[in-house]
């Protein structure tokens, strides 16, 4: 992985997308921003899911759940059900 501020990127655009094939290239702008380099072949359709209202409400609810411990710990990975019947 590589990190580089926004006036790097500009001086080096070509590079930096070359680079972004085989690595992480992270772009951070100001103190708060930080954007990834991606190329659109590496992109899947799942992505979008993350950005559907429906997938968000229900990760925050596991989320909330979470927190309220309203979970099951799985004792042993090799036998799930154990733990959860």
Same mark, same amino acid.
């Given at each position: 992985m590589i990190a580089?501020?926004?006036?790097?990127?500009?001086?080096?655009?070509r590079k930096y997308l070359?680079?972004?094939n085989t690595e992480r290239?992270? &772009?951070?702008? =100001?103190?708060s921003e930080t954007y990834e380099?991606?190329?659109?072949r590496k992109i899947s359709d799942t992505?979008?899911?993350?950005?559907?209202?429906?997938v968000l409400a229900a990760?925050?609810?596991?989320?909330?759940? &979470?927190?309220? =411990?309203?979970?099951?710990?799985i004792e042993d990975p090799g036998d799930p059900w154990a733990s959860i019947l």
């Open positions: 580089i501020s926004t006036t790097e990127l500009r001086k080096n655009l070359n680079m972004a290239v992270i &772009v951070q702008c =100001g103190k380099i991606v190329p659109a992505d979008k899911y993350f950005s559907d209202p429906e990760i925050e609810r596991g989320r909330e759940d &979470v927190k309220a =411990g309203r979970v099951t710990r």
